[in-house]
């Protein structure tokens, strides 16, 4: 199993280019996030998802958009990248609805830089 | 909302000897603690956790303690080694088993284990 696999690995936009991070999942999870990770502050949560269809915001959403047309992938959209989104983002899922299932499996992480 | 800080920032110590990280969270209503370990380049991974009805967890080498009273919690590594030099998350959350697993991360502590 590949668990959970981010594309792309790399990438590096100007100020107001519009981009796509995807996410992929192959463990059947019903529930995805998407975290940024900065220097000093940990992880924050963009969004997430409790299943096919359904998105959520938040700690942090702004300037983000996210579908979840298929339960397996789960896409992070910048519609116009500024130069405070360059961080490294990470995917999560989880199994969700029965005990025990609550543990985030992550992917490797996107690497964004914004000039 | 949920605020958890994590300190140190960064720790350094001998080979053989103990590491101890420390958190503290805001929420009382938070009843999920668990702690991740992240190597260069990769997700973060799980390496314990702790529910808010129990006051200590251990899993070989690694040891979990939870002071709700304080809204503390703590990760204990013993005999380090090489292998566990890598940055460690903790972090929090409300738990249900059909919601969503919403973590606040702390800041991060980067452990480096001197031969």
């Known amino acids: 199993n590949a668990g959970v696999t981010q594309t792309p690995k790399f990438r590096v936009l100007k100020t107001g280019q519009s981009m796509t991070l995807l996410c992929a999942q192959d463990?059947?999870?019903?529930?995805m996030y998407w975290y940024r990770q900065d220097p000093g502050m940990g992880l924050r949560l963009i969004h997430y998802?409790?299943?096919?269809?359904?998105?959520a915001k938040g700690e942090v959403p702004d300037g983000y958009n996210v579908s979840r047309l298929k339960k397996q992938n789960f896409l992070l959209g910048l519609e116009s990248a500024a130069p405070s989104q360059t961080s490294v983002y990470f995917c999560?899922?989880?199994?969700?609805?029965?005990?025990?299932?609550?543990?985030?499996?992550f992917g490797a992480g996107s690497r964004l830089t914004v000039l | 909302g949920e605020n958890v800080e994590q300190h140190p920032s960064t720790l350094s110590v001998q080979e053989g000897d103990s590491a101890v990280i420390k958190c503290t969270y805001s929420d009382s209503a938070s009843n999920y603690f668990p702690w991740y370990k992240q190597e260069l380049g990769k997700g973060p991974q799980l390496i314990i956790d702790i529910r808010s009805n129990v006051g200590e967890k251990k899993d070989q080498r690694i040891a979990v303690t939870l002071n709700k009273t304080a809204k503390h919690f703590s990760l204990h590594i013993t005999e380090t080694q090489p292998e566990d030099s890598a940055v460690y998350f903790c972090?929090?959350?409300?738990?249900?088993?059909?919601?969503?697993?919403?973590?606040?991360f702390g800041q991060g502590t980067r452990l480096t284990i001197n031969p």
């Open positions: 999560a899922s989880n199994r969700g609805l029965s005990s025990g299932a609550n543990v985030l499996t």
């Open positions: 972090a929090a959350s409300n738990y249900r088993i059909q919601g969503a697993q919403k973590l606040v």
């Open positions: 463990m059947n999870h019903e529930y």
């Open positions: 998802s409790v299943g096919e269809g359904t998105t």
